[in-house]
């Protein structure tokens, strides 16, 4: 498994990881606040002020002083601090705030995105900038709005993303966007680009505009300076994908531009074009939340359901057919209890928390990225609970004394064993009996499990195997 790491426009290969188990005795499944995602980890920020890890350790992301080693298969805890107020995370670097709005950064810092002046990876959370209000992880390149409205980045900046009137490379230092107003609000940071919202609702961008990224209506080329996107004053977030952009207003109206090939905008019809200029999506509906990956989305209604669409690699869209592209949007799962949505998504995996601070995440799972407690690395299009161990889950290919299809399923599954049994035992993937079903002509019926991973056991085998229901 290697890691590529984006230099300027350049590439190169770094270390490889090996695989193992990690678990951590103080995790728990509840209390859960906010989710977000580099590429191939994902961090976590609880209510009690702490922040946890688990997937690749790439570039010391797992913050502990150590780089690569085996893979963390649960929750573990960064350091001991428990008064981290906020987080969000690039491709393979992480970012979390305190109240007193010290910033911290930890992983990747090759493109100088940490601005502490040099190009050096952290391996444990180091303080990056102070009085900051608001922050964002793009890619490669970090943006910051400080308590006097200022607005900073550091980082790559080849396209201007950084929006300061040049396009070198990069800078290991904070540098003050060219404007230097003091009514930025919310910054928001994507792969070449970089957007903010001002106080009076206004939005602007910066970076690369090949594909229609910065939302202004010009062709081609890039900006290294913020310029702003219509004239509307009601935009509430952003989210950045590498070729397309969500936008949500107050309203709760959805909009997208970019690229629109493989769905990844939401538009019908759309097919394979670039978007220069805000577009609707759905307006039949409206929204609370949004997300981005390298290209599909995810977006939260107001009833609190939630919808992808875009490519499905490894699952990320709910589909269950390859990589199929799904348009019109999907819905992931049949939850009304979603509470918070992802708000940065590194690669190809989505994850959000429930209304009672459960953690549940699905798609691409091969550096167990999801955190599930199934025991293998294995992608799913259903969402699945971040777990603290791996409890029953054991691997279908272990088991040969019971066999279940189809798998996924949603009504009716089928069941083989070696010996007869009158009935099946669900659990969760916590332990929790969920149901006990009869066993009717070799059928069992699921369909009034909701959406999710479970362990079925037979008196006659208590190891169990994992059914995916959709």
């Not at 009690?48 to 805890?77: E, F, R, S």
């Not at 019809?269 to 929204?287: D, L, N």
Request: a neutral charge.
């Amino acid at each position: 498994m290697f890691k590529n790491v984006s230099i300027g426009k350049a590439m190169m290969t770094a270390f490889s990881l090996c695989v193992g188990v990690m678990m951590n005795a103080q995790c728990s499944l509840t209390g859960w606040k906010k989710f977000v995602q580099t590429e191939q980890s994902s961090i976590a920020l609880k209510e009690d002020g702490t922040i946890w890890m688990w997937g690749a350790n790439t570039d010391g992301i797992k913050g502990d002083g150590t780089v690569g080693g085996d893979l963390v298969k649960h929750p573990v805890q960064i350091g001991t601090a428990s008064d981290w107020t906020d987080i969000d995370a690039g491709r393979f670097f992480a970012l979390a705030k305190k109240a007193n709005g010290d910033l911290y950064g930890w992983g990747d810092n090759q493109n100088g995105n940490f601005g502490i002046g040099n190009n050096t990876d952290q391996y444990s959370p180091v303080i990056i900038a102070q009085n900051v209000s608001s922050f964002s992880a793009g890619y490669h390149h970090v943006m910051i709005v400080k308590n006097d409205g200022t607005m900073w980045g550091a980082g790559y900046n080849d396209w201007g993303g950084l929006g300061m009137g040049t396009s070198v490379a990069w800078y290991n230092t904070w540098q003050q966007e060219s404007s230097k107003a003091t009514d930025w609000k919310t910054p928001a940071a994507g792969f070449y680009n970089s957007f903010g919202i001002k106080t009076n609702g206004t939005l602007w961008s910066a970076g690369t505009n090949v594909e229609g990224q910065t939302g202004t209506g010009a062709t081609g080329g890039e900006s290294d300076v913020f310029v702003q996107i219509g004239t509307d004053t009601n935009w509430k977030a952003v989210s950045c994908g590498v070729y397309h952009v969500l936008g949500l207003k107050t309203t709760g109206k959805l909009f997208g531009w970019g690229a629109s090939s493989n769905g990844r905008l939401g538009i019908a019809g759309a097919g394979a074009q670039y978007f220069r200029t805000p577009q609707p999506i759905e307006a039949s509906s409206t929204y609370t939340q949004i997300a981005t990956s390298w290209d599909a989305s995810a977006i939260m209604k107001s009833d609190n359901t939630l919808y992808a669409f875009g490519a499905n690699h490894g699952g990320i869209t709910g589909g269950t057919a390859g990589d199929t592209n799904n348009l019109p949007p999907q819905q992931i799962g049949t939850s009304t209890n979603w509470k918070t949505l992802a708000s940065r998504v590194g690669g190809f995996h989505f994850g959000a928390v429930q209304n009672d601070g459960s953690l549940w995440a699905w798609g691409t799972d091969n550096l167990f990225q999801l955190g599930n407690g199934d025991g293998t690395a294995t992608n799913s299009n259903v969402p699945t609970q971040v777990s603290c161990a791996d409890n029953l889950a054991v691997s279908n290919a272990a088991i040969s004394q019971l066999v279940i299809y189809p798998n996924p399923a949603k009504d009716v599954v089928y069941i083989k064993t070696a010996q007869k049994t009158d009935e099946v035992k669900i659990y969760s993937l916590t332990g929790a009996l969920v149901n006990v079903s009869k066993v009717v002509n070799q059928t069992i019926n699921v369909a009034q499990l909701p959406a999710g991973t479970y362990i079925l056991k037979t008196e006659n085998d208590a190891k169990g195997v994992k059914l995916i229901k959709k």
